[in-house]
């Protein structure tokens, strides 16, 4: 079974979520929202299914990325969620939550050997294409 499909997101720690969104936007080019950005991709072998990369500043103070001391935390795109977990729990993988669903897809949180909490998406790209509309880079 393919475990990750690809990078879902970098999530980061930053003391001023809206001076560094308009950093990266003036300087970089970002067209940014409230949770950051979006980058599109075209999924391999499915050149009409738009995909994404989602960046992300957070506050310093966010608890999201508990227990994790780190100051980010990375997304992963899987395909079949459900059935990454059984191979995942076999394997002894420590779990911080069960799965969670929302209209754009699964989720789970993972903690690696060094303590990096790792998200788990198997997105709904259809959905999260809807969600982002012109907030999107190329």
Same mark, same amino acid.
């Given at each position: #079974?393919?475990?990750? $499909?690809?990078?879902?997101?970098?999530? %980061?720690?930053?003391?001023? *979520?809206?001076?560094?969104? !308009?950093?990266?936007?003036?300087?970089?080019?970002?067209?940014?929202?409230?949770?950051?950005?979006?980058?599109?991709?075209?999924?391999?072998?499915?050149? +009409? *299914?738009?995909?994404? $990369?989602?960046?992300?500043? %957070?506050?310093? *103070? *966010? &608890?999201?990325?508990?227990?994790? !001391?780190?100051?980010?935390?990375?997304?992963?795109?899987?395909?079949? /969620?459900?059935? /990454?977990?059984?191979?995942?729990?076999? &394997?002894?993988?420590?779990?911080? +939550? !069960?799965? =969670?669903?929302? =209209?754009?897809?699964? %989720?789970?949180?993972? /903690?690696?050997?060094?303590?990096?909490?790792? !998200?788990?998406?198997?997105?709904? &790209?259809?959905?999260?294409?809807? #969600?982002?509309? +012109?907030?999107?880079?190329?």
């Amino acid at each position: #079974m393919k475990k990750v $499909t690809g990078i879902g997101g970098i999530f %980061f720690k930053c003391k001023d *979520t809206k001076k560094t969104m !308009e950093w990266y936007s003036k300087n970089l080019g970002f067209k940014t929202d409230e949770y950051g950005t979006s980058f599109m991709w075209n999924k391999v072998g499915k050149p +009409d *299914t738009n995909c994404y $990369t989602l960046w992300a500043p %957070f506050k310093n *103070t *966010t &608890d999201y990325f508990n227990p994790s !001391e780190k100051e980010f935390m990375i997304n992963f795109r899987v395909d079949n /969620l459900v059935e /990454l977990v059984k191979e995942l729990k076999k &394997d002894g993988v420590k779990f911080l +939550d !069960e799965i =969670e669903t929302f =209209e754009y897809g699964k %989720f789970v949180h993972i /903690l690696d050997p060094d303590g990096v909490k790792i !998200e788990l998406w198997e997105p709904d &790209d259809e959905n999260y294409d809807k #969600m982002v509309g +012109d907030n999107k880079m190329y």
